[in-house]
């Protein structure tokens, strides 16, 4: 499908296949009904045919084109379109390998949390939330003392398969990746998982996909992928800079 | 003034929904400039918009998102609806059925000035501390809830409008169903009526769900409640003092619950316009007329249990989702089946391209594009990346700008003699039609590529920050310059009506030779409609019998 | 000159007057519809409610309901009856209206005193949401009946017997909705 962006994760491929078969299936109908429509306007126009016949179209090709419409979207839906969306959804929190962080969207940024060495988030409190500390992180508490957060920047091991938690703190922002082909609402009070594996290494955009108010067009992240070491490297230089 | 006779009543609807229509292009027009360049001064208006609101002339982004939402809420509440149902519901329904009045006038008088008030409501907001709503038409919690006045007053405003539109439909399906004239069986009836039928069922029982969500949101922005308020939320860096517990996401399926059959109330009532015209302008009876019948009535039944498609990607589980793609998916098959007949009609016609029949035929491959389009969207995989994109403006766009308007449109050129006993222009109808037509799809074509390529939606910016908007910057001023030129189109329109209008040549009392009733009344028609009770012998499309001289005869002759 | 307004149709059975009452009311049922489920929905989400007994007074509820009952028992006489009887029954029905509305006001002035306000919690929030909108209900109706006993003058008994009897529908509906909201708010 021309105009995507190059795709840059391992499910965007079958996104796009889906993409393009769609697309072909509207083409087929528009250019055969509108083949017609274009020969029906010459052929009968008044001056041609003066006198028209009431009995108009017969047989069955109308019948016919809409079982096909009805066959081809059944196909569509079910062969191509829910497994790729059940697979989109479906729950994977088995996943051991998996890059785990936390996003929570605020009015106009985004908030990403990793639970640094230990593995584990630390907690956070409302009552500590302040404009150097927006996620109200207790570094005082074990788990918390080692996490690493930045705003609207994202460093990832390219193909390794990430888990997103996402929230909001606020109103109700959307994720949205458009080179990973992923998007997902960030919802205040739910967390949401969002599951997907980047596969080529540089920089890809974030984009706040639901209106959020005057700064929703600048709300913009950036994904940084890049090889495991890379990644390892920047986890290192975030801990020695929390020292 | 305080008309109760429903074609005073139908025409205060048209003109000041038409009114509302020029007002909601107006909005837009600024949005097309900001985005082709942003921040640049608008011209002629930008130093008549306030300080607030446009700084030098240059548009700030509470202001866009004041454009935007209002454009929305405008267009579909207070132009196109008001059009259709309350414009040529109300003038054409009892013509074409027969009937001297609709069923409850003085109802119908109320219908319109509440309609009347919640439109100034609206415009008044514009004025309020902080402007008009600026959370988009569909008005999401919570940042709906901490939202300045202007939601407040949109939220009394939509109050006002429901109510309105339930009285009307109300009066719609009962004069429908009880005024018909005698022989008029419901088999009988123009398409036309048929779907002003299955329309007002959908704004009775779809609008009242809306009501419930808007008396919640004021709740929430009046009496301190949560309804739409989860716990612990933080707002610039402030908690939010309220007691939370409450749930967005409920908003959203209140909403969509109506916004969904919303769209067919856009939809149907242009359908019925356009099957008038193409039997009229092909001379011929509507092919499948039955069929066409079934699928409205489907269609209005399927579309209460489609709503979560617009929901996607908040987060709801697979199993409720793919629910939602098949029921969508179904939908798609009444429209394919309506829009087919309406092209098989054509087959073996005489087709006369009158105005009228202009927009009606050029509105098939429009909404041509504007449903196939649906399609990407209704597949949750491929939603993903179109979600909240300019493909789905160009989706809904394609069918209710080139699709729903120039069925309006043709309306109005169709019924005007009608109306007034008087013709209007063939010539600047042309140059109207064949601009428009350039137009409209120089602004919205480009919305798929657009949209494709990642740009989202309501950007003050239109994405300038953004890589994916590297190498489309082209296409904005194109789409800025095709809104100009459906501006210049407009002119053309608006004269044709004040010139026809005032000197316009005498029509005879049935221009069209068509069959349908109201056109064997005098036009204008009098103020009970007919001098006797009409008696209906014959369907509604009886064009070209085989066997007869004229190439039509009207339902009343026996 | 508007046929079938207070006589049925042969083909539909029904007038216009009853028609459109229906119609109202199918518009109603999804109104009420729409907030008992959002109640539903909330409630099931929300980590506490408390037990309205506890918190509401059933004596006050009890007797509205009965004031409320016993309203519509009144109006629906009213449709049997013949004109100055039924006038004088509908403007019992209004009397016995202003009381339901008395004790509705008097159990809110009471709430509010103890701090018990919308914004407290859901449970209250839904409370006054629906009870305030039943009640508006109540005054709509007061309205209409007023309207309908004073009309007989101006529109004939005919088409006042046609509004009585469509009216008498409407007070059904708003005492389901009454029943339901006690069930749930001050049984529960
Ligand atoms: C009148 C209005 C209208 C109509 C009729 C439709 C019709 C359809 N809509 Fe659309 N829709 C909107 C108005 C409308 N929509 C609006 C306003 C929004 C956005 C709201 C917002 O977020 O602000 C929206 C958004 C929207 C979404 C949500 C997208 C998102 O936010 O991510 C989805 C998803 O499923 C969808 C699907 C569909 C489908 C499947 C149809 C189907 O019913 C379409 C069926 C029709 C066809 C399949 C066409 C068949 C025709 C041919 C085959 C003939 C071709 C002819 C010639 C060549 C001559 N629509
Ligand atoms: C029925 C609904 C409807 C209609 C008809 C239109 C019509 C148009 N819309 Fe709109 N639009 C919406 C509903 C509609 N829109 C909605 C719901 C949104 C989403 C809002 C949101 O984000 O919340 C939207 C958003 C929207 C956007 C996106 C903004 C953004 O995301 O930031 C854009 C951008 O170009 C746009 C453009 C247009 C254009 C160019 C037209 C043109 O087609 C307009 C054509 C009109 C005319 C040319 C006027 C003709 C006037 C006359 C004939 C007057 C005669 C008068 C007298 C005689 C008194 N619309
Ligand atoms: Cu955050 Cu838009
Ligand atoms: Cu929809």
């Known amino acids: 499908m021309p105009w995507l962006p190059p795709p840059a994760s391992s499910h965007a491929g079958s996104v796009d296949s889906v993409m393009t078969l769609v697309h072909l299936l509207m083409l087929v109908l528009f250019v055969g009904w509108g083949t017609y429509f274009v020969f029906v306007l010459a052929r009968f126009r008044a001056s041609r045919n003066t006198r028209a016949n009431p009995e108009g179209a017969r047989g069955r090709v109308a019948l016919a084109t809409e079982i096909g419409v009805v066959i081809a979207e059944v196909v569509l839906l079910v062969i191509f379109a829910l497994p790729v969306w059940f697979d989109r959804t479906a729950a994977r929190s088995s996943d051991a390998g998996a890059v785990v962080i936390r996003v929570v969207g605020e009015q106009f940024a985004w908030n990403v949390h990793y639970p640094g060495a230990d593995g584990r988030f630390g907690e956070t409190k409302l ?45 109700i922002h959307s994720f949205g990746v458009p080179a990973m082909r992923v998007k997902q609402d960030a919802n205040p009070g739910i967390v949401t998982p969002v599951w997907f594996t980047p596969t080529v290494t540089g920089d890809f955009e974030i984009a706040c996909s639901q209106l959020c108010g005057l700064g929703h067009y600048r709300m913009r992240g950036v994904i940084t992928v890049e090889s495991e070491e890379a990644f390892r490297r920047f986890l290192a230089e975030e801990a020695a800079a929390l020292r | 003034m305080f008309s109760t006779d429903h074609k005073v009543i139908g025409l205060q609807y048209t003109f000041t929904s038409l009114t509302f229509l020029l007002l909601g292009f107006v909005l837009i027009l600024i949005v097309r400039w900001q985005l082709a360049w942003p921040g640049t001064p608008v011209p002629m208006i930008g130093g008549l918009l306030g300080e607030a609101n446009a700084f030098d002339g240059r548009i700030v982004p509470e202001f866009y998102n004041q454009l935007g939402a209002m454009h929305g809420t405008i267009m579909v509440f207070l132009a196109i609806v008001p059009l259709a149902v309350g414009g040529f519901g109300n003038y054409l329904i009892p013509l074409m059925i027969g009937a001297p009045d609709m069923a409850f006038p003085r109802l119908n008088m109320w219908s319109y000035w509440l309609f009347l008030a919640g439109g100034i409501v609206m415009l008044v907001s514009f004025f309020l501390p902080g402007g008009a709503a600026n959370s988009g038409w569909t008005s999401y919690p919570p940042l709906a809830n901490i939202a300045t ?216 491959p429009m909404f041509g594009i504007g449903g196939l389009t649906g399609l990407p969207l209704g597949l949750a995989a491929t939603d993903i990346p179109l979600h909240d994109t300019y493909y789905v403006i160009g989706h809904f766009h394609y069918i209710v700008a080139p699709g729903t308007l120039f069925a309006l449109f043709a309306g109005v050129y169709y019924w005007f003699p009608k109306v007034t006993g008087k013709r209007m222009s063939e010539g600047l109808g042309r140059l109207h039609f064949w601009l428009s037509l350039v137009a409209m799809n120089g602004i919205f074509l480009p919305m798929f590529i ?73 036009s204008p028609p009098p103020h009970d409609n007919f001098a006797a009770t009409p008696t209906v012998h014959r369907g509604p499309y009886d064009y070209s019998p085989a066997g007869s001289a004229a190439d039509f005869v009207p339902q009343g002759q026996p | 000159m508007i046929p079938y307004t207070t006589t049925a149709r042969a083909d539909t059975g029904v007038s216009n007057v009853t028609l459109g009452i229906w119609l109202f009311l199918a518009s109603e049922v999804m109104l009420f519809g729409a907030l008992f489920s959002s109640y539903a929905l909330l409630r099931v989400s929300a980590s506490a409610w408390p037990a309205g007994r506890d918190v509401l007074s059933l004596g006050l509820g009890a007797a509205n309901t009965v004031v409320l009952m016993l309203m519509t028992g009144v109006f629906w006489r009213a449709r049997s009856a013949s004109w100055p009887a039924a006038q004088r029954l509908i403007l019992a029905s209004c009397a016995l209206a202003l009381v339901f509305l008395g004790i509705k006001t008097v159990e809110y002035a009471g709430e509010i005193r103890q701090g018990l306000v919308p914004s407290v919690n859901t449970f209250l929030a839904t409370y006054f949401t629906l009870t305030g909108l039943h009640a508006l209900h109540v005054i709509g109706g007061l309205v209409a009946n007023l309207w309908a006993a004073t009309g007989a003058a101006r529109v004939g008994l005919e088409m006042t017997a046609g509004r009585v009897c469509a009216l008498s529908l409407y007070w059904v509906f708003v005492d389901v909705v009454w029943l339901i909201i006690f069930v749930l708010f001050y049984l529960s």
Request: aromatic share 12%.
């Open chain 2, 149 to 364: 006045a202007g939601q407040t007053a949109w939220l009394f405003g939509m109050l006002l409008l429901v109510f309105s539109s339930l009285l009307g439909a109300i009066n719609i399906i009962v004069t429908i169903l009880q005024l018909r004239a005698p022989g008029l069986t419901m088999m009988r009836l123009p398409f036309f009526i048929w779907a002003q039928l299955v329309t007002a069922f959908l704004l009775l029982l779809a609008f009242p769900p809306l009501q419930a969500a808007a008396v919640l949101q004021l709740m929430d922005r009046l009496g301190g409640t949560s309804f739409f308020l989860p716990s612990g939320l933080v707002v610039s860096g402030q908690a939010l003092n309220v007691s939370g517990g409450g749930s967005p996401i409920l908003w959203q399926h209140l909403f969509w619950f109506l916004a969904h059959p919303e769209v067919y109330v856009l939809i149907l009532p242009a359908l019925g316009i356009v099957a008038e015209v193409i039997a009229n302008a092909t001379r011929k009876p509507l092919w499948g007329y039955r069929a066409m019948v079934g699928s409205a009535l489907f269609m209005g039944f399927m579309s209460f249990i489609v709503w979560a498609h617009h929901m996607f990607l908040t987060g709801m589980g697979p199993v409720m989702s793919a629910f939602f793609q098949v029921t969508t998916m179904i939908i798609s098959v009444p429209s394919v089946v309506i829009v087919s007949s309406l092209l098989l009609s054509l087959y073996g016609g005489s087709i006369r391209f009158t105005v009228p029949a202009l927009f009606a035929l050029a509105f098939l």
């Open chain 1, 127 to 171: 009552a500590l939330v302040s404009p150097t500390n927006p996620l109200g992180l207790d570094r005082g508490s074990p788990s918390g003392k080692d996490d690493i957060v930045l705003l609207s920047l994202m460093h990832l091991p390219v193909n390794r398969p990430v888990v997103i938690q996402l929230s909001s703190k606020d109103v």
């Open chain 2, 450 to 522: 657009q949209g494709l390529a990642g740009v989202n939606r309501r950007l003050y910016d239109g994405g300038r920050s953004y890589s994916f908007v590297t190498g489309l910057e082209g296409s904005f001023v194109l789409q800025a310059w095709a809104a100009g030129l459906l501006g210049v189109a407009q002119i053309f329109f608006i004269v044709n009506l004040v010139l026809s209008l005032v000197r316009g040549k005498a029509s005879t009392e049935n221009p069209w030779q068509a069959t349908t009733l109201e056109w064997s009344t005098t």
